[in-house]
T-cell receptor, first 113, second 116 residues
Framework: DGGITQSPKYLFRKEGQNVTLSCEQN?????MYWYRQDPGQGLRLIYY???????QKGDIAEGYSVSREKKESFPLTVTSAQKNPTAFYLC????????????FGPGTRLTVL | KNQVEQSPQSLIILEGKNCTLQ??????????LRWYKQDTGRGPVSLTI?????NTKSNGRYTATLDADTKQSSLHITASQLSDSASYIC???????????????FGTGTRLQVTL
């Protein structure tokens, strides 16, 4: 069963804690992305990676970190430096080709208590 | 500044009725425009994609149009069903070099509710 999986579906964090969101894909896609979705706003890009061991900051990277040690995996760490981390986080992947479609995972809802 | 604006913000229609959602964009350079459907608490799923040279694309009961001159797109849903209740997001892709990751600009979405 191919696709993108994210875990956990729901995550609760106390202020001051770092948390890591998992994203795995078995589509053999080179590129992977992390987005943040807030009510009334469009998705905003946090980080993206085009190749293993390389990643680029998106529009709102402050307070987040990522790694890309394997092609299939692109975990996102929300650090305590992120001032307003409560949001819905979406991971996506795509091939590297003009007009390529980004396929999205089911998302993780993070709530800071 | 690259922007994608959608209207209306929300819409309620009766099952079986048609509806049209609007999208205006100022993204440049333009590569393609997609419409995504996002069910509550789920990831977006692509419905249609149109490049600069295409002005209409259908996917079942969904028909998207694109006017690249006026930078406007619409998504028409015919014979709506309860399962069409979702957010519909217009997404514009910036032109990029082949072999590089696409950069997307997302609209805020139109929340559609189909009722009995």
């Amino acid at each position: 069963d191919g696709g993108i999986t994210q875990s956990p579906k729901y995550l609760f964090r106390k202020e001051g804690q770092n948390v890591t969101l998992s994203c795995e894909q078995n589509l053999n896609h080179d590129a992977m992305y992390w987005y943040r979705q807030d009510p009334g706003q469009g998705l905003r890009l946090i980080y993206y990676s085009q190749i293993v061991n390389d990643f680029q900051k998106g529009d709102i990277a402050e307070g987040y970190s990522v790694s890309r040690e394997k092609k299939e995996s692109f975990p996102l760490t929300v650090t305590s430096a992120q001032k307003n981390p409560t949001a819905f986080y979406l991971c996506a992947s795509s091939i590297l080709f003009q007009n390529n479609e980004q396929f999205f995972g089911p998302g993780t809802r993070l709530t800071v208590l | 500044k690259n922007q994608v604006e959608q209207s209306p913000q929300s819409l309620i229609i009766l099952e079986g009725k048609n509806c049209t959602l609007q999208c205006n964009y100022t993204v440049s350079p333009f590569s393609n425009l997609r419409w995504y459907k996002q069910d509550t608490g789920r990831g977006p799923v692509s419905l249609t994609i149109m490049t600069f040279s295409e002005n209409t694309k259908s996917n079942g009961r969904y028909t998207a149009t694109l006017d690249a001159d006026t930078k406007q797109s619409s998504l028409h849903i015919t014979a709506s069903q309860l399962s069409d209740s979702a957010s519909y997001i217009c997404v514009v892709s910036l032109g990029s070099i082949t072999g590089t990751a696409s950069k997307l600009t997302f609209g805020t979405g139109t929340r559609l509710q189909v009722t009995l």
